[in-house]
């Protein structure tokens, strides 16, 4: 039970601080121009999908895409929709396997330097 409350302490606190601090890094980014706007919102995506896999697969390390593809392929009907539907938002037929491919080749590299 205090998992659960220290979880509802820490979704309200981010929920809080969140805009604030992707608003001040935005015009910290733009005011410096040495960083790219672009990709600080690629990391901030990449992170949210990861936080999708934690919630929808109990996946810490893998994002949404990659888990689904990686269900798909153990044969689970549910994750081929799902899969099929991710690959459509993203007008690529392969999105969810070329996303397992390249987080399995980055977690494998993660795991052998640690």
């Not at 935005?26 to 999708?52: H, L, M, N, P, T």
Request: proline share 1%.
């Amino acid at each position: 039970m205090r998992s659960f409350f220290l979880m509802l302490i820490a979704l309200i606190v981010i929920t809080i601080v969140t805009l604030p601090v992707i608003v001040l890094n935005v015009v910290r980014k733009i005011w410096q121009r040495r960083d790219s706007v672009v990709e600080y919102f690629k990391i901030i995506a990449s992170g949210f999908d990861q936080i999708g896999g934690s919630i929808l697969y109990s996946q810490e390390d893998w994002m949404v895409s990659s888990w689904t593809y990686h269900l798909h392929r153990k044969g689970n009907k549910y994750a081929t929709y799902f899969m099929r539907f991710i690959n459509f938002l993203f007008w690529d037929k392969r999105h969810c396997e070329n996303s397992f491919f390249k987080e399995a080749a980055v977690l494998k590299f993660k795991a052998e330097w640690m």
